[in-house]
């Protein structure tokens, strides 16, 4: 018998919710051999049926049809709550589904280090609850959760697994490896959303640091419009165009050093995927970045307290800062030992691409619905 899942997530927007989604959903669903046992002796493979995943859009929640043998896993868990929009749209169906006496996980964060105490309730509800970091899950158990609580981290697409540089037609991307042909350094920076979150203001302080010293350093800044808004004065290049698996590829092949100096965040993607693709990446010393801390470049934690977000009906609490003194001193010497420091990514991006393939992580992610019976 095959099993069924009921996934809901936002099919329609493209956001990291539904990308990790669609990863979670096209492996699950995939058939492969799986070694009978860990003996690296033992040559016998078994066959893994895929799982028959239903694909429901947060919006059609309510046609959900639930009995007893129904498995719902929702991405993410407090949807509803992220807008207006959202709780009108889905509340009344979400607590449909809370109140039901189907089976019920789902996959969320914690930006900072507590959650509301609406989420707590609303969390304790649920058979299941995974999280990307342990970060995240520390944050949930302080904060008051009693639900299972499992860790998963976010994946590295299968595009980013090999060594190739990618091809593109994508004139932004060209224009930028003209400027690398002709000596310029490259900084990448992902602002697409929550700029104080993201550290924006962080990131202008230590650029203009940074181009006071080195007049062929640029930012790149991947965003929908916010660089003169958000990095007043920085030399930097805007990139706002929505950008496919392959330009994202290129994106990273393309720039020399990233900088994620996030105040929280889940997991925190880019800091992993640059680092996958052997591009020297900077992240705080504390926080999610914790848990892949030593394929990266730590930047010392300030002592200052971060309130972030208090209208927040999901996220409350405390997140963390970057020493400024430290990020600037920790990127200068990135710039002035480029070389030295790419060699030592790229010699550390199999280990990166191998721990973090989405294949991998969704056979941790399959042994967690076994073992709470979300699957048989």
Same mark, same amino acid.
């Given at each position: ?35 009978? !046992? ?8 078994? &066959? /893994?049926? *895929?799982? +028959?995943?239903? $694909?429901? %859009? ?34 009344? !169906? ?8 189907? &089976? /019920?996980? *789902?996959? +969320?964060?914690? $930006?900072? %280090? ?52 990618? $091809? ?209």
């Amino acid at each position: 018998m095959t099993d069924k899942i009921s996934y809901v997530y936002p099919i329609h927007e493209k956001i990291s919710f539904n990308a990790i989604s669609l990863n979670h959903i096209k492996y699950l669903r995939e058939e492969r051999y799986r070694p009978v !046992s860990r003996d690296d002796n033992d040559q016998n493979d078994i &066959k /893994i049926q *895929g799982i +028959e995943i239903q $694909d429901i %859009d947060w919006s059609e929640l309510g046609n959900v049809a639930l009995d007893d043998s129904t498995k719902v896993l929702l991405h993410p868990i407090l949807y509803p709550f992220g807008s207006p929009k959202q709780l009108s749209q889905n509340s009344r !169906s979400f607590s449909r589904l809370l109140d039901s006496k189907c &089976k /019920i996980g *789902g996959f +969320e964060v914690s $930006d900072f %280090d507590k959650m509301s105490n609406l989420s707590i309730e609303i969390l304790n509800k649920l058979d299941l609850v995974i999280v990307p970091s342990n970060w995240s899950k520390d944050a949930y158990i302080h904060s008051g959760v009693k639900s299972h609580i499992e860790v998963l981290p976010h994946g590295i697409p299968d595009e980013f697994l090999d060594d190739s540089v990618a $091809d593109t037609a994508n004139n932004e991307i060209m224009n930028l490896r003209k400027r690398r042909e002709n000596g310029d350094i490259l900084i990448l920076y992902f602002m697409l959303h929550s700029p104080y979150r993201k550290g924006a203001n962080l990131v202008t302080e230590v650029m203009k640091r940074i181009q006071s010293k080195f007049k062929n350093v640029y930012l790149v800044f991947k965003s929908p419009g916010f660089l003169d808004i958000e990095c007043p004065g920085v030399n930097g290049i805007e990139l706002r165009n929505w950008m496919d698996i392959n330009d994202t590829k290129a994106l990273y092949d393309t720039c020399d050093i990233c900088i994620c100096p996030s105040r929280g965040g889940g997991f925190e993607l880019n800091a992993i995927e640059s680092a996958s693709r052997g591009i020297p990446s900077l992240v705080p010393n504390g926080g999610c970045f914790l848990d892949y801390i030593d394929y990266v470049i730590p930047i010392n934690i300030s002592n200052r307290e971060v309130k972030l977000n208090t209208w927040n009906l999901v996220h409350t609490g405390h997140g963390f800062e970057v020493d400024i003194d430290n990020f600037e001193e920790k990127l200068t010497d990135v710039i002035n030992n480029l070389e030295k420091y790419k060699s030592q990514f790229r010699k550390r991006s199999t280990d990166i691409r191998n721990r973090f393939s989405w294949r991998n992580i969704v056979d941790t992610l399959e042994r967690y619905l076994g073992k709470y019976e979300f699957i048989g």
